[in-house]
């Protein structure tokens, strides 16, 4: 069996045109801040890192990672890189039990989980590339005949293009929308009424017998939460999306248990153990972690059976291939996120312009090749001319 040969991480960094802030474009967790300038900064991600684990034989495994990229590239080039050359991918969980407790003094959490999943998502792209199987195929195989998805933009803004963009997203063919909340605790009875007023609008175009959901993006508080929740019941969202801080577990569970609007969550959660305390306190209805923070593949089946056991569904955050995969093998994950093909704004849209492969919706739904190995993606030239690339 090949043996890992060598890891190559690179970080893109984004030079190409951008969509400009837009004001109350989406709530966040600085908010709670006296600040000047663009809230959402520090939570745009114009930079992207790949990591390419290559075998003795050649074949090449593709992850990624969206946070940090710089620092996430000297963690996997100083520290995790050497845990796993040498060794066969196949043995994934052991590597991934290696990388866990050798870095547990400061890698548990944030940059060093994040590091992990990059390498664990490639070497799920190796394993499946060298056997030529999809690695769906590898996780239990196929649970659905195609996969339904979310239009996941409808970020706040007037009501009457964020309707425009509703109607254009259903005229495509979506049939589930996510739209954001621009207003939060420091803007007062007024804000809360502007939140209002764009579910209502949002509501108006797509009707009332389609999913709808919004998120708060970790801008609100459990007070703010309380007094809105029961004036979005009437329109019947799926689900509220982390209204609070990720590390308030007992105030997602105070406003799940409510019971008004089903609350979301587990999008900044990085670790099994940490999506099982959601879990267990039943703080949330929907599970949302996102894998190439959670530690990769290899975490996020364990966190599937944990969810599944306890009957809350796991809607993995953002679109990309490794959730993709992991949604058409697991009966829990009942539909994916989907970012549209869009000019770079808050940064998903990255995935697009590094990596070829991703399949387009049609309908609301995607599928996936069963004769695609791996991942089923690869790098592409087409915008080199659009970044700086170290590494």
């Known amino acids: 069996m090949p043996k890992i040969k060598s890891i190559r991480t690179r970080v893109w960094h984004w030079t190409g045109p951008v969509v400009p802030p837009q004001g109350n474009f989406c709530t966040n967790a600085s908010d709670a801040l006296w600040m000047k300038g663009d809230a959402m900064a520090s939570f745009r991600f114009h930079q992207w890192l790949t990591c390419e684990i290559e ?35 196949f043995d994934y969980a052991y590597l991934w039990e290696k990388m866990y407790r050798r870095t547990h003094a400061w890698g548990r959490k944030g940059i060093g989980m994040t590091a992990i999943s990059a390498i ?69 009875m007024a804000g809360m009424r502007e939140n209002l007023k764009r579910v ?72 099994i153990m940490g999506c099982k305390d959601l879990i267990n306190n039943r703080a949330v209805s929907v599970l949302q972690y996102d894998t190439n923070r959670v530690g990769g593949i290899t975490a996020a089946q364990k966190i599937n059976a944990i969810a599944e056991a306890s009957q809350i569904p796991v809607i993995p955050h953002a679109g990309q291939m490794h959730n993709y995969h992991l949604t058409m093998a697991n009966t829990n994950c009942p539909m994916a996120e989907y970012f549209p093909v869009f000019d770079v704004e808050v940064g998903n849209e990255l995935f697009y312009y590094i990596f070829e492969g991703d ?3 049609s309908d609301g739904r995607l599928q996936l090749d069963d004769d695609a190995p791996g991942l089923g993606i690869s790098i592409t030239d087409k915008y080199l001319a659009h970044f700086d690339i170290a590494g």
Do not use: C
Request: net charge negative; proline share 7%; glycine share 10%.
């Open 359 to 361: 399949p387009a919706a």
């Open 120 to 188: 664990d998502i490639a070497i799920w792209d190796l394993m499946g590339k060298l056997v030529n199987k999809p690695v769906f195929k590898l996780l239990g195989g196929r649970t659905k005949e195609t996969i339904p998805v979310y239009y996941s933009k409808l970020y706040s803004g007037p009501i009457d293009e964020m309707q425009a963009e509703a109607e254009a997203a259903m005229n495509a063919g979506h049939t589930a929308f996510k739209m954001r909340f621009g207003w939060g605790p420091k803007d007062g």
């Open 200 to 271: 209502a609008g949002v509501r108006e175009v797509i009707g009332d017998d389609t999913d709808l959901m919004a998120d708060a993006y970790m801008g609100w508080n459990l007070d703010y939460t309380k007094r809105i929740l029961p004036k979005l019941a009437p329109f019947e969202l799926r689900w509220l999306e982390e209204p609070v801080i990720a590390d308030d577990i007992a105030g997602y569970a105070e406003l799940n248990a409510m019971n008004i609007v089903p609350i979301s969550g587990g999008e900044h959660e990085f670790s």
């Open 55 to 89: 075998t003795d034989d050649g074949t090449i495994g593709i992850g990624n990672a969206a946070l940090a990229p710089t620092v996430i590239k000297q963690a996997i080039d100083e520290w995790l890189a050497p845990l796993i050359i040498g060794e066969d991918p």
